[in-house]
C-alpha cells in the first residue's frame, strides 16, 4: 500500500511562506465574497417580483399600455364596475377586494418647504392608493403608524436605504415634498421580498389632484378562487368602450423578471470573470511554490512517496488556504452584502445572504483550491527525480 505524507506536514508547510499563503487566502475570500454578492443579487431579483405575485390578484390594465402600469390608464369607476358586473370577487370586511391605483415616478424632496435650488433631490416611486389597497396587497404590513390621510403619505421600509439618506429623515412626523405639495410622514410599511418596500404610498384622491388625473393607472382585483380569472377576463372582452387587458400578477411579475434576465447574466459574467482570474493566479502561486520546494518533492520520491501522495498533499495545503479564505469571505459578505438594498431605476430590492449564497460561495472558494492544484499536480506527476534532485 502506498504511503501518504501526514496531514500536520501540510499544515506546517503553510506557514513556511506566509506572505504567499496569505494572498492566496485574500484570493479565496474575494472569489467566496463575490459569488455571495452575486448570489444574492440574482436571488434577490427574482424573488421580489415573484414575492409580490398573488395567486388569487389580476391587475386589469389599458389594452393600449402594453401593459406597462405607470403607463396605463382605466376609467376612475372601474372598481365599481367590475365590483357590480363580476362575480366571484373575494369579499374582505363586507368590501370587495378591488384596489384602484396610480402609479407613477416623481421627484421626491426631502423636509418642509419652500423648495431650493441647491436641496437634493430623488427620483421616486409614488403609488396612490385606498384603504382597500391593504386588502389586496397581502404582503403589506404597517410597521408603525397608520394608513395615510390627505396630506400624508406611508414610507416603504426600503426608501430610506434606496436613496442612501438616515432613516432619521423618513421618521414619524417629517416633510416630504412632491408634485407640488407637502405630505407627512404618517407611517412606515413592510413587504418583505417585494420592490413594494420602495415605494411611497399616499391617498388615491389626492394624487389624482395634484397630477390633474381623472383616472386611475390601473385595478387590482382579488377573486375567490386562486387562478380563475374566467369571469373578469370576460367582463374585459365584453367592455370594449374600457380598453382592458387582464393580467394575473403571477405573469405581470413573472414577465418583469425576465426583462432583467441580461442584468443577471451580466452579474454571473463579471463573476465568472473575477473567479477565472483568480483561479490562474492561485495556479501560478502553486505552481510556483513547487518549483521551489522541487528537491524537496524530489526528495520525498526517492525515500519512497508515489507522485500521489505528494499530490494529495498539494492539495490539502491548497483546500487549507481555499477553505480560511473562504470563511473570511462569507464574514465579509455577511457584514457588508446583508441587509443593503440594490436599486432599479425608480424601484429598489434588498440582498439577503441565505443559505443558498453561502453555500454557493464556499464551494466557489473550495473549487477554487481544487482547480488551482490541476497544474502543479501534472507537473509532479511527471517530474524527474534525478533532475529534479539536481535543481540548484
Avoid at 18 to 46: H, M, N
Avoid at 73 to 99: E, F, N
Avoid at 125 to 154: C, K, N, Y
Amino acid at each position: 500500500m502506498a504511503r501518504a505524507l501526514p496531514f500536520d506536514y501540510a499544515l506546517r508547510n503553510l506557514g513556511r511562506r506566509p506572505l504567499r499563503t496569505l494572498l492566496t487566502a485574500l484570493s479565496s475570500a474575494l472569489v467566496a465574497a463575490l459569488l455571495v454578492a452575486t448570489t444574492a443579487f440574482v436571488r434577490g431579483l427574482d424573488t421580489t417580483f415573484s414575492g409580490a405575485a398573488q395567486a388569487d390578484t389580476a391587475i386589469l390594465l389599458s389594452s393600449v399600455a402594453e401593459r406597462d402600469v405607470v403607463r396605463s390608464t382605466v376609467t376612475a369607476g372601474l372598481s365599481d364596475l367590475v365590483a357590480a358586473s363580476v362575480p366571484g370577487i373575494r369579499q374582505i370586511g363586507g368590501a370587495p377586494a378591488i384596489s384602484a391605483e396610480i402609479h407613477m415616478g416623481s421627484t421626491l424632496r426631502l423636509g418642509p418647504g419652500p423648495e431650493r435650488a441647491d436641496e437634493p433631490t430623488y427620483a421616486g416611486f409614488v403609488r396612490g392608493v385606498t384603504d382597500r389597497a391593504f386588502a389586496v396587497h397581502d404582503a403589506v404590513t404597517i410597521t408603525s403608524g397608520r394608513p395615510p390621510r390627505t396630506g400624508e403619505v406611508l414610507v416603504g421600509a426600503l426608501v430610506g436605504k434606496q436613496f442612501d439618506i438616515d432613516p432619521a429623515r423618513l421618521a414619524l412626523g417629517q416633510k416630504l415634498r412632491f408634485e407640488g405639495a407637502e405630505f407627512t410622514i404618517c407611517g412606515h410599511f413592510a413587504a418583505p421580498g417585494t420592490t413594494l418596500e420602495a415605494e411611497v404610498w399616499t391617498p388615491l384622491a389626492e394624487l389624482r389632484g395634484l397630477t390633474k388625473r381623472d383616472d386611475s393607472s390601473a385595478a387590482f382585483v382579488r377573486v375567490e378562487t386562486p387562478g380563475d380569472f374566467g369571469d373578469l377576463e370576460l367582463f374585459a372582452r365584453r367592455r370594449l368602450d374600457l380598453e382592458l387587458v387582464v393580467i394575473p400578477t403571477a405573469t405581470y411579475y413573472r414577465e418583469l423578471s425576465d426583462y432583467f434576465a441580461p442584468i443577471r447574466a451580466l452579474a454571473w459574467a463579471m463573476a465568472a470573470l473575477i473567479v477565472a482570474g483568480a483561479l490562474f493566479g492561485g495556479a501560478n502561486t502553486l505552481n510556483a511554490a513547487v518549483q521551489d520546494r522541487l528537491r524537496e518533492l524530489a526528495a520525498l520520491r526517492a525515500v519512497g512517496y508515489g507522485g500521489f501522495a505528494i499530490v494529495r498533499s498539494l492539495s490539502q495545503e491548497s483546500l487549507l488556504i481555499a477553505a480560511s479564505g473562504g470563511v473570511l469571505g462569507l464574514a465579509l459578505a455577511r457584514v457588508f452584502v446583508s441587509g443593503n438594498a440594490v436599486s432599479i431605476a425608480m424601484s429598489a430590492f434588498s440582498l439577503e445572504v441565505d443559505a443558498v449564497s453561502v453555500l454557493v460561495g464556499f464551494a466557489g472558494s473550495l473549487l477554487l483550491g481544487i482547480l488551482g492544484t490541476a497544474p502543479a499536480a501534472a507537473r509532479v506527476m511527471r517530474m524527474s527525480i534525478a533532475a529534479a534532485l539536481k535543481e540548484p
